[in-house]
């Protein structure tokens, strides 16, 4: 079945640091990859995304590159702030980019220390 | 501008009783809505979700049921609540099946 396994946290970084959490999924056909965020105190929200083989999502920052061949979906950035503090979710969908049937990751929680 | 209220932000229950979660949307008409949760250590799990009213679709068979009365409210209910129904429930809402899902700020659902 389809399954998406991401880096157990919790990951603390100094500010200005080079953040990488690691996400590998598992599915059948051509899945779209997805990376929530849930900030403290809010819900998630979709912070990037990648539809298909070798697409880079980027946003605030932040990018992540399908690659089919090792199937992952790696978070990057190259210099956090303490405002990027929060908990990130890799997910996938098998619905053709659908996000109704979200596969989720049980998350990594980041704390940047100033 | 569309919003998503989901309340009560906390609760503590005995087990073997009522449970009613609930979850509005504003600014927006038919939305596809959803019920997941999150137990510890456990990724999002999806559990309810409707593209319309009195429509649900159940994807894990379990204790739990949801109701759609009106087009933007969705009900997550329980007749006997288990301890192993604790857990972070999360409602949210999409305009169609490809569009981005928008997350209420979630239940946190303690069964004792």
């Known amino acids: 079945g389809n399954s998406v396994t991401q880096m157990e946290g919790p990951v603390t970084l100094s500010e200005e640091a080079f953040l990488t959490i690691n996400c590998t999924y598992t599915?059948?056909?051509?899945?779209?990859l997805f990376w929530y965020v849930q900030y403290p105190g809010e819900g998630l929200q979709l912070l990037l995304k990648?539809?298909?083989?070798?697409d880079k999502g980027s946003n605030k920052g932040f990018e992540a590159t399908y690659r089919k061949e090792t199937t992952s979906f790696h978070l990057e950035k190259g210099s956090v702030q303490v405002s990027d503090s929060a908990v990130y979710f890799c997910?996938?969908?098998?619905?053709?980019?659908?996000?109704?049937?979200?596969?989720f990751g049980k998350g990594t929680k980041l704390s940047v220390k100033p | 501008s569309q919003t998503i209220h989901q309340w009560p932000a906390t609760l503590v229950q005995p087990v073997g009783s009522p449970l009613s979660l609930e979850c509005t949307v504003e600014?927006?008409?038919?939305?596809?809505l959803y019920w997941y949760r999150q137990a510890a250590g456990r990724g999002l799990q999806l559990l309810f979700y409707?593209?319309?009213?009195?429509?649900i679709s159940s994807e894990v068979p379990q204790n739990l049921s949801a109701s759609r009365p009106q087009d933007r409210q969705f009900i997550l209910s329980s007749k006997k609540l288990l301890l192993s129904d604790s857990g972070f429930y999360l409602c949210?809402?999409?305009?169609?099946?490809?569009?981005?899902?928008?997350f209420g700020n979630g239940t946190r659902l303690t069964v004792t």
């Open positions: 949210a809402w999409s305009e169609t099946d490809n569009s981005p899902l928008h």
């Open positions: 409707s593209v319309g009213i009195g429509q």
């Open positions: 600014g927006t008409s038919n939305p596809n």
């Open positions: 997910a996938l969908s098998n619905y053709g980019g659908s996000q109704g049937n979200l596969i």
């Open positions: 990648a539809t298909k083989a070798d």
């Open positions: 599915a059948t056909g051509y899945p779209s």
